[in-house]
């Protein structure tokens, strides 16, 4: 059964800076693309970074020059690497992966269970 964990969450200062990582654990054909969301109180989930099987990098505005994603395909792992951090961004993030689980199972979005993050002024 596929499972992805999040890590990384925390309490930072603005200006700080924090990392997530993402874990996908359980049997899988094939990793396609990953990606972070983040879901604040009272606002509807939103992107923040994808990237894809091959390296390739999309993010929102918001974050863009301050958050960098990256994995490492050996151990199924998707990162998060968030600088300069503002009070905006303090939300739930959650990992998001395009997996497909066995040869003949289809793609399927899996979600992780998320991890706090909150900036403080």
């Known amino acids: 059964q596929v499972q992805l964990v999040e890590s990384g969450g925390g309490l930072v200062q603005a200006g700080g800076s924090l990392r997530l990582s993402c874990a996908a654990s359980?049997?899988?054909?094939?990793?396609?693309?990953m990606g972070w969301y983040r879901q604040a109180p009272g606002k509807q989930r939103e992107l923040v970074a994808t990237i894809t099987s091959d390296g390739n990098s999309n993010y929102a505005d918001s974050v863009k020059g301050r958050f960098t994603i990256s994995r490492d395909n050996v151990k199924r792992t998707v990162y998060l690497q968030m600088n300069s951090l503002e009070p905006e961004d303090t939300a739930v993030y959650f990992c998001?992966?395009?997996?497909?689980?066995?040869?003949?199972?289809?793609?399927?979005?899996?979600w992780g269970q998320g991890t706090q993050v909150t900036v403080s002024s």
């Open positions: 998001r992966g395009t997996i497909k689980p066995t040869l003949v199972l289809p793609l399927s979005i899996y």
């Open positions: 359980g049997s899988m054909f094939g990793i396609y693309t």
